[in-house]
T-cell receptor, first 114, second 115 residues
Framework: GENVEQHPSTLSVQEGDSAVIKCTYS??????FPWYKQELGKRPQLIID?????GEKKDQRIAVTLNKTAKHFSLHITETQPEDSAVYFC?????????????FGAGTQVVVTP | NAGVTQTPKFQVLKTGQSMTLQCAQD?????MSWYRQDPGMGLRLIHY???????DQGEVPNGYNVSRSTTEDFPLRLLSAAPSQTSVYFC??????????????FGEGSRLTVL
């Protein structure tokens, strides 16, 4: 089955700096890679996603890159702000139509200090 | 729309007790799933359903039962609770077909403690 590894487990950055979180996956059949943000005591919420036919996707201060050959994808947050402090999870779909069966990474606790 | 609603939000059980975590969605989503979240382990899939009457096991199904008699509801049953089932449980749903963007819509979570 699919195995997703996520690094680092914790990340401390100064406000305004960039943050990068990396994930690797094992199943070459995976084709959809979402990123979820979870604030303390809240539910996970999708912030950005990428499909296997795209190498990079950007949405304002966040971007995701995908390297299918190497089976890794990364989340980039630029100009970090205190409200970016949260746990971030990467995931990979276990089915080709990505209908809710995902393998999640262990999560990265991001702390943005003013 | 209320989205995905989970009850209860908090529950304390004794070892061996049984209980049901309720999950309901009002978005007419075909796909529903249950995940558990433990520190340092991310979200792990327990059971999932692609429609009423159809369920299947995920990564960590032992100790849990599910059924899907309606599109709206997907309850998770613990038959004999164990301390290892202490966790935060999330129910999630997503639509099928062309409406599916891949996004999972999560409930607020249910924190379960088994003593």
């Amino acid at each position: 089955g699919e195995n997703v590894e996520q690094h680092p487990s914790t990340l401390s950055v100064q406000e305004g700096d960039s943050a990068v979180i990396k994930c690797t996956y094992s199943d070459s059949a995976s084709n959809y890679f979402p990123w979820y943000k979870q604030e303390l005591g809240k539910r996970p919420q999708l912030i950005i996603d990428i499909r296997s036919n795209v190498g990079e996707k950007k949405d304002q201060r966040i971007a995701v890159t995908l390297n299918k050959t190497a089976k890794h994808f990364s989340l980039h947050i630029t100009e970090t702000q205190p409200e970016d402090s949260a746990v971030y999870f990467c995931a990979a779909s276990l089915t080709t139509d990505s209908w809710g069966k995902f393998q999640f990474g262990a999560g990265t606790q991001v702390v943005v200090t003013p | 729309n209320a989205g995905v609603t989970q009850t209860p939000k908090f529950q304390v059980l004794k070892t061996g007790q049984s209980m049901t975590l309720q999950c309901a969605q009002d978005m007419n989503h075909e796909y529903m799933s249950w995940y558990r979240q433990d520190p340092g382990m991310g979200l792990r899939l327990i059971h999932y359903s692609v429609g009423a009457g159809i369920t299947d096991q995920g990564e960590v199904p032992n100790g849990y039962n599910v059924s899907r008699s309606t599109t709206e509801d997907f309850p998770l049953r613990l038959l004999s609770a164990a301390p290892s089932q202490t966790s935060v449980y999330f129910c999630a749903s997503s639509p099928a077909g062309t409406a599916n963007t891949g996004e999972l819509f999560f409930g607020e979570g249910s924190r379960l403690t088994v003593l």
